[in-house]
């Protein structure tokens, strides 16, 4: 895959990331079983009111996680890091630099959002943010598989296609703990 290619997966991978942290944040204030109560009217509303906070929040996502996921994706790309794992814990640390700048900048006298059930949402976010962009983009880091060089040849065969000139310092080391 080309440069533009790769481009267009971070990019792609990087919205649906925020996509899906937006509805998991908004699932933590207009829970499934608050939805699930309400009449059939009253359920379609919520939803769409649901699905607009969704699209703020994942924009509100967005802002805020671009630079740091930018820094984390580039070094990805670079390394070729295709674990979920690695994509899932930059999500929670995003979520956790996020959490504290809410919380540095809260106004006293105000309500405070340090709290565990806070502390759990954005946590969530974190994780379903990483899940959901290694999903899309994350599994391709790095180019293709195909596209990774060649391992070394071990010294065994190396020394074969030698000729049978001098031992290599590890045919040296074989033949001495024999």
């Not at 933590?28 to 699905?51: C, H, K, S």
């Not at 809410?102 to 899940?131: D, R």
Request: aromatic share 12%; net charge negative; glycine share 14%.
């Amino acid at each position: 895959m080309g440069m533009i290619g790769t481009i267009f997966r971070v990019l792609v991978g990087f919205a649906f990331a925020c996509l899906v942290a937006g509805a998991v944040t908004v699932a933590f204030i207009v829970t499934p079983a608050d939805v699930a109560i309400l009449g059939p009217d009253a359920r379609g509303e919520q939803l769409g009111y649901a699905g607009l906070l969704s699209l703020l929040a994942a924009t509100h996502s967005a802002i805020f996680a671009f630079p740091f996921a930018l820094i984390a994706i580039a070094l990805a790309e670079w390394l070729r890091v295709r674990s979920w794992i690695y994509y899932v814990v930059v999500g929670i640390l995003i979520a956790i630099g996020g959490f504290g700048a809410v919380s540095y900048f809260e106004v006293e006298g105000q309500p405070t959002i340090v709290n565990n059930y806070a502390l759990w949402a954005f946590l969530t976010v974190g994780v379903f943010g990483g899940l959901a962009y290694w999903l899309v983009a994350g599994r391709g880091a790095g180019g293709r598989r195909g596209d990774r060089p060649e391992p070394a040849e071990p010294a065994a065969k190396a020394e074969a296609e030698d000729g049978g000139g001098e031992p290599t310092t590890n045919a040296k080391l074989a033949g001495a703990a024999n």
